[in-house]
């Protein structure tokens, strides 16, 4: 049997239904501890499923923040230093990255909330996860706001990579599976993968 919905049934969800549904329906996301810090010094920590590939050379990497209709910490702290991190998730610590989507004060570091330790690169005054194996440094080069919905889409040059040396492959490709990274659908099921095969480059 297969359901079909149309716009007329998508206006008659009720708001948090209609979020999970659509939020899933484009299946396994990348699951990413976003690292931040204010002018301040005040450290910020934040689980993301937006971030997504925009071109490798330079390096760039995208992510969408959702409307700014509440405080958005990790966007503030950004817009201010210019700098913030990505750090993979592993099966070690989904649950704490998890929580760190709760809505903690600002004065509130989801570093010492959640039980996650910072760390300190000599490029990016910014901090990385430390239990996470794959972390990448972002510089902030553009921001775009979204008129359609009022969304953010931020675009990040990567100014420098973390990775067990093991986990790249001698073409470049870079097995996050062997780093342990696991992977998101909607906003709570996490999940494992299992590589099935790498195919070669396809030409007609």
Known sequence: ????????????????????????????????????????????LSVVSSVFHIGANPPLIGMIFRPESAER???????????YTFNHVTTNFYEKAHQTSARYPREVSEFDACGL????????????????NVKLGIELAERIDLKINGTVMLLGKIVEVFIPT????????????????????GLDSYHTTQQIERLPYAKP
Request: glycine share 8%; charged share 20%; hydrophobic share 35%.
């Open 1 to 44: 049997m297969t359901t079909k919905l149309n716009t007329t049934d998508f206006a008659a969800m009720e708001q948090r239904y209609r979020a999970a549904f659509f939020n899933s329906l484009g299946g396994f996301k990348s699951l990413t501890l976003v690292g931040t810090i204010n002018s301040d010094g005040q450290t910020n």
């Open 73 to 83: 910490h990790t966007l503030d702290n950004i817009m201010q230093t210019g700098q």
């Open 117 to 132: 330790q910072p760390w300190y690169s000599e490029k990016m005054k910014v901090p990385y996860v430390q239990e996470s």
């Open 166 to 185: 093991d986990c790249i492959e001698i073409d470049g490709f870079v097995n996050i599976e062997k780093a342990g990274s696991i992977t998101v659908s």
